[in-house]
């Protein structure tokens, strides 16, 4: 059968003669980033949104054909041990740039905490700033900046408390972070039953820390006067969790797209690259969510 | 039951037919000759907006374009050489090389390499497309500082997200340098019998996809300033617009040493096989690179020495960028020793590398005059900085692109080119570039500032000497232009070995000249006697 295959079967490395989905993904994403410009400086009658939907559609195109192309090829065989290895090693330094994505924006977060705020309120060598721009500023922290910048007219905003919903989503994260393990064991075991309960729960988990994260910005944009323009607390806020929610969805739909490709007898305990690198990334969001818990809920 | 291919196809030199086999590509010579072409395209495109900036510099007062454009010009003329120009020349030359190197059949990940590269295409479509709007291109620095930046029109969004497609093209190339360079060596291939090319490419592949998501994370930030109502660069709201310059300059320091270590590998390549010797210190020109990389995640801020940093700041900054000379001189050393009793010959490649090594060394030496912070106060925003810039850029990175493409180009077409042409384009390249660049530094030195359309009379000599020097370097590159389109049509035939009275080392040269379609089908077995580099 195909799936029968284990990566060693091929004694050479697969080379793919001819491909159209890079070209296709280079114009998708031209139409996509097209799409986007014209929304934002198109004015009025351009047709920004739609070419942008366009773009996401291609993209959502792109990757059916792209991926269903790769294990088309996987079932057939063709790949052998070494290959497997470049697409571990690929998606390893493809995590590692994610981290350095995020790694802008909670430097952003350190600057403006320890340095820019305080600077604006006085401390250190900036004296003269404060004094002469913005001498009522007294700092601390959180804070949307000398002039209070957000949706209330007396620039007032409340944080989300981290003991909240936050606290739950971490626990929620952490436990999918075990179900992944329990079910990447259950695969390696041959215990498929296993493996597919523990591989839906943990995509249950992830989309449910989704909606709580939905339910969170909600409360904090109606009646915590908490948005992104609330001077540098709602940019940091709202980006490093958008930026993490969104990257929670993408997984929680890879790790759905998996216990679908489970369901059809993919995935074997000798060839289950998809499954690793789907955890590794699930793994990555859950990290990535203890740092904003602790950096920008609770400290 | 799926049907499994055997691809009998493979085992020949066939290949495909019509624009598809460009349009498709996964062969590792067709994309690296598509980016090697790409590059140059753009070295002309971004080289006709530098012949703009001179002109427009040829006098005191506003000659030719109105000061918008101008600012438009400086610009892109960055973003096009340094995103569209040296990076993709050096991606296309890993492209080629690496896989011969190595051994290996091909890249890696062969459909993400054409990915990469035809991103580009309609990345720099998309940047330079807002020339047609209202608006005009984008003319708030390749820095894009904001608070200026931020006061882009249509030209904005265009130049944000075409700076996305360029990231995500460099990580996904820099990710497969690194997985072809780690999985697909031929056994017997240590890392340290690597060829220094390689060695340079790896560690430039970590630093850009360590950088290059910084980058992306910055220029969002600024998007989202001006159209979503984030505070990161506005102090109203409690941020800071400096907090954009460290952001962008931590991308950026290391993106200076992306531009150029690739050019030491490949300077580190063809220096000793014209001198006949092998390379003088290897593992210590490993460990130099490494050594550089490493310093360049701790140097960002000497670009910002005027930004009104604390003290402590200053003097680590300062430090830190001059320690960055000890490896740097260790390589310039090594350089020299391998020459030292050599027997040399002075083919175009090393023309080309040895005026690399005269001229990036006048630019490493400015980089150090820059990195006093005292005198950085001075110096900052002035032609001093351009002609810094310009020496380790052009006669650095541009001048080792083009010894690499003579290094390699029999390799790569079976043809031998004409040499008296080439050495003309050499000496032509090599004094222009001196008559373009070093009056430059004294511009500086008297208070001339960049990115400004107008100056003081004062200046106008060694203004006009700077643009003759122009005019001319940039016309003499049409040579080289005619040289590769004279020996892709034809030629004396290249040996396999193309330099055979210097006796090359290395793997690409065991294959025959032009390099079959398919690299190693099966890994060589390397052993010391195919590497002989000098340990020490």
């Known amino acids: 059968m195909a799936n029968a295959h284990s990566p060693a079967d091929s004694a050479k490395y697969y080379v793919p003669h001819g491909s159209i989905w890079p070209i296709f993904g280079s114009v998708s994403l031209f139409i996509l980033m097209i799409g986007a410009s014209l929304t934002l400086e198109g004015g009025e009658g351009v047709p920004g949104t739609a070419v942008l939907f366009a773009g996401f559609a291609l993209i959502a195109v792109l990757f059916f054909g792209w991926f269903g192309k790769v294990i088309s090829e996987n079932e057939a065989g063709l790949y052998n041990m070494d290959v497997d290895r470049s697409f571990r090693m690929g998606m390893m330094w493809f995590i590692f740039s994610e981290v350095m994505f995020f790694a802008a924006f909670f430097g952003a977060l350190f600057y403006a905490r320890n340095l820019s705020v305080p600077w604006l309120s006085g401390a250190g060598a900036k004296q003269m700033t404060h004094s002469l721009l913005w001498s009522h500023f007294d700092g601390g922290w959180p804070s949307n900046g000398p002039s209070r910048l957000g949706p209330h007219e007396d620039g007032s905003f409340e944080t989300v408390p981290a003991l909240g919903l936050p606290l739950v989503n971490t626990l929620l994260l952490l436990t999918s972070g075990v179900t992944i393990t329990i079910a990447h064991h259950a695969l390696r075991a041959g215990n498929r039953a296993i493996l597919k309960i523990f591989l839906a729960a943990t995509f249950l988990l992830g989309f449910l820390f989704v909606y709580l994260q939905a339910t969170e910005y909600r409360e904090a944009y109606t009646e915590l006067g908490l948005q992104l323009k609330t001077g540098i607390y709602g940019s940091t806020f709202f980006m490093l969790t958008g930026f993490h929610g969104l990257h929670v969805t993408i997984g929680a739909i890879m790790l759905t797209v998996i216990w679908f490709r489970v369901l059809r007898g993919q995935q074997t305990a000798q060839n289950h690259f998809a499954f690793e690198a789907v955890a590794w990334y699930w793994h990555f969001v859950d990290v990535v969510w203890l740092g904003l818990f602790v950096f920008v809920y609770w400290l | ?536």
């Open chain 2, 1 to 536: 039951m799926a049907h499994v291919h055997t691809h009998d196809a493979d085992h020949h030199d066939e290949k495909p037919a019509g624009i598809g086999r460009w349009l498709f590509a996964t062969n590792h010579k067709d994309i690296g000759t598509m980016y090697l072409v790409f590059a140059l395209i753009m070295f002309f495109i971004g080289g006709a907006m530098a012949m703009v900036i001179r002109a427009e510099l040829w006098s005191p007062g506003l000659q030719y374009v109105d000061p918008a454009f101008f600012n438009s010009m400086t610009t892109t003329h960055a973003l096009v050489m340094i995103f569209g120009a040296v990076m993709p020349a050096f991606v296309g030359l890993a492209n080629w090389m690496i896989p011969l190197q190595i051994g290996a059949p091909d890249m890696a990940l062969p459909r993400m390499n054409n990915y990469s590269f035809w991103i580009m295409p309609f990345a720099f479509t998309l940047l330079l497309s807002s020339f047609f709007t209202a608006s005009g291109g984008p003319a708030g620095g390749w820095t894009m500082y904001p608070p200026l930046s931020l006061q882009a029109g249509n030209s904005f969004p265009t130049m944000i997200f075409a700076i996305h497609l360029m990231g995500a093209s460099s990580i996904m190339g820099a990710i497969n340098v690194i997985v072809t360079i780690m999985n697909m060596r031929a056994p017997g291939l240590t890392l340290l019998r690597l060829p220094l090319f390689c060695w340079t490419w790896l560690i430039t592949a970590y630093l850009l996809i360590a950088v290059m998501p910084v980058l992306a994370g910055a220029v969002t930030m600024l998007l989202t300033d001006h159209y979503f109502g984030t505070s990161f660069f506005n102090p109203a709201g409690g941020g800071d617009p400096v907090m954009y310059q460290h952001i962008f300059w931590f991308f950026g320091h290391p993106e200076v040493y992306i531009l150029i270590l690739p050019a030491f590998g490949i300077v580190s390549e063809i220096i000793p096989t014209f001198s006949r010797k092998p390379l003088f210190g290897y593992d210590a020109m490993v460990y130099a690179t490494a050594s550089i990389a490493f310093l360049s995640f701790l140097v960002w801020a000497h670009h910002m020495f005027t930004t009104g940093m604390p003290l402590a700041s200053e003097l680590f900054f300062m430090l830190s960028t001059m320690l960055i000379a000890i490896p740097t001189g260790v390589k310039v050393f090594n350089w020299c020793a391998t020459m030292w009793k050599g027997s040399l010959s002075f083919e175009p490649p090393m023309l080309f590398s040895l005026s690399f090594l005269f001229l990036f060394t006048i630019g490493g030496f400015s980089g150090l005059m820059l990195a006093i912070a005292p005198a950085d106060f001075q110096y900052q925003d002035t032609y001093f900085v351009v002609a810094h810039f310009h020496y380790v850029l052009v006669s650095g990175a541009v001048f080792a692109i083009m010894a690499a493409v003579y290094y390699w180009l029999p390799k790569w077409t079976g043809h031998m080119y004409n040499m008296g042409l080439a050495k003309l384009h050499f000496w032509l390249s090599a004094i222009f570039v001196n008559v373009l660049f070093f009056p430059q530094h004294f511009l500086g030195l008297a208070g001339m500032p960049r990115r400004i359309p107008d100056y003081n009379v004062q200046f106008t000599d060694w203004n006009r000497v700077s643009s003759l020097g122009g005019f001319v370097f940039g016309l003499s590159q049409l040579l080289f232009v005619v040289l590769i389109l004279q020996c892709v049509r034809g030629g004396a035939k290249a040996t396999a070995k193309v330099w055979s009275d210097a006796e090359p080392v290395g793997l690409e040269w065991s294959v025959a000249s032009p390099a079959p379609y398919h690299s190693f089908e099966t890994p060589p077995l390397i052993t010391d006697a195919n590497t002989h580099h000098e340990h020490v």
